[in-house]
């Protein structure tokens, strides 16, 4: 099983964290893929990471601003959202992801988590905006304690986007963030989400990003806008029992 892990994050013994990629399989169960198949490739992660299965939480993802806040929610109970926060230890939070940018943040001070999906969908939503302000009301979270990672996703490279989708960036003042080439727009999804947590007042030093093209790299991880019909794979982050 290949994992890929974040520097800013393995600097907290109390946490664990991983990325997966396209050889540790797929993690998915809605996109035609055998479901006993996913069932395993979960149970390998679990032992990989030293959790139990059935304490994870991950998410039935709609491309929505919506935060949950984990309280007796697993495996089984997947909740309809886009971010996941919570402060409960030995509970891991999933996001998935096949060209989304998968965002895992960690409150140092309170030692609280969160988990979001942000594509194009989410960062015209700043649903990174609405997780970190939701980490403040239900836990005390100051954005200067906050650390995050942004893991493998679609590269401005790749991303080709139709002139609707400028015109909507444009309305919203991301249009910072559109490339136009020959006659083409493409879409820095990263560049948003890195403007908007240093607007949420995240410290730029805290924010890390994996600069690799999901859709360039399909040797390494799953991309829809390269494959179509494909898995995907997973951040996962949770807070260790050290008691």
Do not use: W
Request: a positive charge; charged letters at 25%; proline letters at 2%.
């Amino acid at each position: 099983m290949k994992l890929y892990y974040s520097k800013k994050l393995n600097a907290f013994q109390n946490l664990t964290h991983a990325f997966t990629s396209k050889k540790s399989g797929n993690l998915a169960f809605h996109v035609e893929d055998n479901s006993l198949h996913v069932e395993k490739n979960h149970e390998t992660l679990a032992e990989a990471l030293n959790y139990k299965k059935k304490s994870l939480v991950h998410m039935k993802q709609i491309h929505s601003d919506i935060v949950h806040v984990v309280t007796d929610e697993n495996f089984k109970t997947p909740p309809t959202c886009d971010a996941l926060i919570t402060n409960k230890v030995n509970t891991p939070l999933m996001v998935m992801v096949a060209d989304c940018s998968p965002l895992l943040l960690y409150d140092k001070a309170k030692n609280v988590i969160a988990v979001a999906h942000a594509g194009r969908a989410g960062a015209f939503k700043n649903i990174v905006k609405i997780t970190v302000e939701k980490m403040g009301k239900e836990f005390g979270s100051n954005p200067k304690d906050i650390h995050v990672s942004i893991g493998a996703s679609i590269g401005v490279c790749c991303y080709e986007v139709g002139c609707e989708i400028y015109e909507e960036a444009k309305a919203l003042h991301l249009d910072y963030a559109m490339q136009k080439r020959d006659e083409s727009f493409y879409l820095n999804v990263n560049k948003i989400l890195k403007k908007q947590l240093i607007e949420c007042g995240i410290d730029e030093r805290n924010i890390e990003i994996f600069n690799e093209c999901t859709s360039c790299n399909t040797d390494k991880y799953f991309s829809y806008r390269a494959e179509k019909q494909t898995g995907r794979f997973a951040g996962v982050l949770m807070i260790k029992d050290t008691n």
